[in-house]
Antibody, heavy 122, light 107 residues
Framework: QVQLVQSGAEVKKPGASVKVSCKASGYTFVNNGIAWVRQAPGHGLEWMGW????????NYAQKFQGRVTMTADKNTNTAYMELRSLRSDDTAVYYC???????????????WGQGTLVTVSS | DMQMTQSPSSLSPSVGERVTITCRTSQAIYTFLNWYQQKPGKAPNLLIY???NLQSGVPSRFSGGGSGTDFTLTITNLQPEDSATYYC?????????FGQGTKVEVK
């Protein structure tokens, strides 16, 4: 079955970087993009950006421009999200999700990874 | 930036009732609107894509509608397992965005 399995929880100090992985299985990895969405404790979902696995093109939310890098390794079917210059308000669960695209229906996310808790604390 | 407004922010219907959640966008987005269900401690789950298309495996009591700027998610014959937070999401603009969520607690 289609599955996205993310790396484990991380604890980082302010100013550090974190790199979260998302390993895909059960489908042809290059056929879909991977999106990253985060959720701060007690808050809603926030889209961070996405990467086309096929050609490596990325589209980041303006809020994260310059601080985030999304990559995908076609050899290992794994996507990565690196966030730099971490602050306490970056504490959140980070999700990856497979991106579906259709010209007439738009883009949607299915399935999602299980989430990775990133805690930023001094 | 595209603004998205969901209403209501929360509701407490009874088992068997019908509920409608509304999502309004600040600009017209055709039908580039999706709905997700999220239960506590779990990843979101896709319910509806392209405004009205039911994702495979999702019960038929869930339905979506609308186009342009106004969209709805309707749940008929509510079940206890439908207690969750529901989010809309648009993919029309370059920057995709989610609504703030609607918490449904089935009594």
């Amino acid at each position: 079955q289609v599955q996205l399995v993310q790396s484990g929880a991380e604890v980082k100090k302010p100013g550090a970087s974190v790199k979260v992985s998302c390993k895909a299985s059960g489908y042809t990895f290059v056929n879909n993009g991977i999106a990253w969405v985060r959720q701060a404790p007690g808050h809603g979902l926030e889209w961070m950006g996405w990467i086309s696995v096929y050609n490596g093109n990325t589209n980041y939310a303006q809020k994260f421009q310059g601080r985030v890098t999304m990559t995908a390794d076609k050899n290992t079917n794994t996507a990565y999200m690196e966030l730099r210059s971490l602050r306490s308000d970056d504490t959140a669960v980070y999700y990856c999700a497979r991106v579906w695209q259709e010209l007439v229906r738009g883009n949607w996310f299915d399935p999602w990874g299980q989430g990775t808790l990133v805690t930023v604390s001094s | 930036d595209m603004q998205m407004t969901q209403s209501p922010s929360s509701l407490s219907p009874s088992v068997g009732e019908r509920v409608t959640i509304t999502c309004r966008t600040s600009q017209a987005i055709y039908t580039f609107l999706n709905w997700y269900q999220q239960k506590p401690g779990k990843a979101p789950n896709l319910l509806i894509y392209g405004a009205s298309n039911l994702q495979s495996g999702v019960p038929s009591r869930f339905s979506g509608g609308g186009s342009g700027t106004d969209f709805t998610l309707t749940i008929t014959n509510l079940q206890p397992e439908d207690s969750a937070t529901y989010y809309c999401q648009q993919s029309y603009s370059t920057s995709w965005t989610f609504g703030q969520g609607t918490k449904v607690e089935v009594k």
